[in-house]
């Protein structure tokens, strides 16, 4: 099997007691590398402590996430800009939009977003997108940019399949799955049916989204096995040409070796 965890937040606290094991875990479950997102100001230190730890295996992203856009956005900025000029970053992210959880900077975030699409382009790097119940606001920003000069990933992807057609028709854009493709309540399943697996690529999300059967209990790279089974499941193939495919998308898309 051979997977890559596009989108894990492994340096978070809840991993600080094993890591080692996690790391292990994964190897042994195939996963070949795992893509760290940043948060913000706050999380730099851990991410490129990890990475340091497992170079060429830990590769880092650098962005400032949508829910820690507040007050204090443009100096977190100018902070994570200046770290994208000191190191090496595979992409730009996690950035993006959130109105799920509080719409109080809701235009801060869209400068925020647009602002970080354009290093994408300076930069040359795909974008890790957060688009919680933002999907159309999102590729709203995109267009505004200039969509033609962009890719990346829509993380986290569960939207319907009115929002999937509209990621896909931006041409360079693919979808991230994760553990939410095996929840009983999620219509996902049905959705990804109307796209193929060439516009998929796997991550988890850790420490979040756990997928079934580990449902609620701390998310971690070996589990992108269950969301390869899954995808396995709705595509009618096995679960070894998932892996392939999927890791291939991902390499072509973060320019991975």
């Given at each position: 099997?051979?997977?890559?965890?596009?989108?894990?937040?492994?340096?978070?606290?809840?991993?600080?007691?094993?890591?080692d094991?996690?790391?292990?875990?994964?190897?042994e479950a195939g996963?070949?590398?795992?893509l760290?997102?940043?948060?913000?100001v706050?999380?730099?230190?851990?991410?490129?402590?990890?990475?340091?730890?497992y170079?060429?295996y830990c590769?880092?992203?650098?962005?400032?996430?949508?829910t820690?856009?507040?007050?204090?956005w443009?100096?977190?900025?100018?902070?994570?800009?200046?770290?994208?000029?000191?190191?090496?970053?595979?992409?730009?992210?996690?950035?993006g939009?959130d109105?799920?959880?509080?719409?109080?900077?809701?235009?801060?975030?869209?400068?925020?977003?647009?602002?970080?699409?354009?290093?994408?382009?300076?930069?040359?790097l795909?974008?890790?997108?957060?688009?919680?119940?933002?999907i159309?606001d999102?590729?709203?920003?995109?267009?505004?940019?200039?969509?033609k000069?962009?890719?990346?990933?829509?993380?986290?992807?569960?939207?319907i399949?009115?929002?999937?057609?509209?990621?896909?028709s931006?041409?360079?854009?693919?979808?991230?799955i994760?553990g939410?493709v095996?929840?009983?309540?999620?219509?996902?399943?049905?959705?990804l049916?109307?796209?193929?697996?060439?516009?998929?690529?796997?991550?988890t999300?850790?420490?979040y989204?756990?997928?079934?059967p580990?449902?609620g209990?701390?998310?971690?790279?070996?589990?992108?096995l269950?969301?390869?089974?899954?995808?396995?499941e709705i595509?009618?193939?096995?679960?070894?040409?998932?892996?392939?495919?999927?890791?291939?998308?991902?390499?072509?898309?973060?320019?991975i070796?």
């Amino acid at each position: 099997m051979r997977i890559i965890d596009t989108h894990s937040h492994i340096y978070a606290e809840e991993f600080d007691d094993d890591i080692d094991d996690v790391i292990l875990r994964a190897k042994e479950a195939g996963v070949e590398k795992v893509l760290l997102p940043n948060v913000d100001v706050s999380s730099l230190n851990g991410l490129d402590a990890i990475c340091k730890r497992y170079p060429d295996y830990c590769i880092p992203m650098m962005g400032l996430h949508p829910t820690s856009v507040g007050d204090d956005w443009q100096s977190q900025l100018d902070i994570i800009k200046n770290q994208l000029s000191q190191q090496t970053y595979i992409a730009i992210g996690e950035i993006g939009i959130d109105l799920y959880w509080d719409k109080t900077y809701e235009k801060e975030q869209k400068t925020v977003f647009e602002e970080q699409l354009r290093w994408s382009i300076e930069y040359n790097l795909p974008v890790a997108i957060h688009s919680r119940d933002a999907i159309q606001d999102c590729i709203s920003c995109i267009k505004n940019v200039g969509a033609k000069n962009l890719r990346g990933v829509f993380h986290s992807f569960g939207g319907i399949k009115d929002e999937l057609n509209a990621i896909l028709s931006l041409k360079n854009f693919m979808l991230g799955i994760n553990g939410v493709v095996t929840f009983k309540n999620s219509t996902l399943s049905e959705v990804l049916k109307y796209t193929d697996i060439s516009n998929i690529i796997i991550e988890t999300d850790a420490p979040y989204l756990a997928p079934v059967p580990y449902r609620g209990k701390r998310n971690e790279p070996s589990y992108t096995l269950k969301v390869v089974e899954k995808l396995a499941e709705i595509y009618n193939t096995d679960s070894e040409k998932i892996g392939e495919i999927t890791t291939e998308n991902a390499k072509k898309l973060f320019r991975i070796g």
